[in-house]
């Protein structure tokens, strides 16, 4: 089809984000934190009845297996003090990791939308960790598997497709959040990435919910798509281009509208309707 986006866009209200999405957007975003600070609260638990045992703060550096807390913590007084600084520390650490949260989300659902459609059509593939770098076999209880991972991998109509987050291309060394490449995983390496020819589609996702930064997020995808169009004309090829986002204003949802009639853009979806990232989805795995 040559205009994939008819499928589940009839005008640029559809892409508009609901209040009722914004409200869930939030609520999901609630659990995400809860769950990413949960292991920091057990460990403080754990730290605190530790540090008990001790009746002076001279002896806690007797006590084994705390003492990666002490040296996050160095020159505390006592037990209340040290389990405080702790959280303090690991608040830190969280706090950074909560920055791209939305990012991690859209690539999250994304990621169980596509494994969904895979099981559905029978495919079999493989996925990519995100922290050892290695292609497995997509197990059959795959439940939170899109936690730690990166990339997976299929046949469509006797190819093989791959696709990799988060990736600077280096021909024109800008990252891009989803690659889709025309090769298998076994093959795809450091020389792959820098081959044009073998990407088909590159994609921008924008999971964060806020309306207030709507504006902000889109311009930095309307950039990184500038960017890809400019890089891949210069070796006189076109891939398919498209963009998912959670908060979608009506100013922007005119504009991705408008670049999509133009075919600037090949595909948009709102990442917090299930029905456009089903449509997208099927699309994506088909190409």
């Not at 460990?43 to 002896?59: D, G, T, W």
């Not at 084994?64 to 405080?84: D, M, R, T, Y």
């Not at 197990?139 to 093989?160: N, V, Y």
Request: with cysteine.
């Amino acid at each position: 089809m040559s205009k994939p986006f008819l499928v589940h866009l009839k005008s640029a209200a559809d892409l508009e984000t609901t209040n009722e999405a914004v409200r869930a957007g939030f609520a999901a975003l609630a659990v995400e934190n809860h769950r990413r600070a949960t292991p920091y609260v057990d460990q403080a638990r754990a730290l605190k009845y530790a540090a008990s045992q001790a009746k002076h703060p001279v002896e806690l550096s007797e006590i084994p297996g705390i003492q990666s807390a002490l040296l996050a913590v160095s020159g505390v007084n006592f037990v209340e003090e040290l389990v405080f600084r702790f959280l303090l520390t690991r608040g830190d650490t969280l706090g950074g990791s909560m920055r791209n949260i939305g990012g991690f989300m859209a690539q999250k659902k994304l990621t169980r939308s596509i494994i969904a459609h895979l099981r559905l059509a029978g495919k079999t593939c493989k996925w990519l960790h995100s922290e050892s770098n290695a292609w497995s076999d997509l197990p059959e209880d795959d439940a939170d598997i899109e936690l730690h991972l990166r990339g997976l991998c299929w046949e469509s109509r006797g190819k093989s497709r791959t696709v990799v987050y988060n990736l600077t291309v280096p021909f024109f060394r800008n990252n891009v959040d989803l690659c889709l490449f025309d090769c298998r995983a076994e093959d795809l390496d450091r020389e792959k990435y820098k081959e044009p020819g073998l990407y088909i589609a590159l994609g921008e996702l924008k999971g964060g919910i806020d309306p207030a930064g709507a504006d902000e997020h889109w311009k930095t995808a309307r950039t990184a798509l500038d960017r890809i169009h400019k890089a891949f004309a210069k070796h006189k090829l076109k891939p398919h281009t498209f963009f998912i986002g959670a908060a979608i204003e009506p100013k922007m949802a005119s504009e991705i509208w408008s670049l999509l009639k133009r075919g600037v853009l090949e595909n948009a979806a709102n990442l917090t309707d299930e029905d456009q990232i089903a449509s997208i989805t099927r699309w994506l795995c088909g190409l």
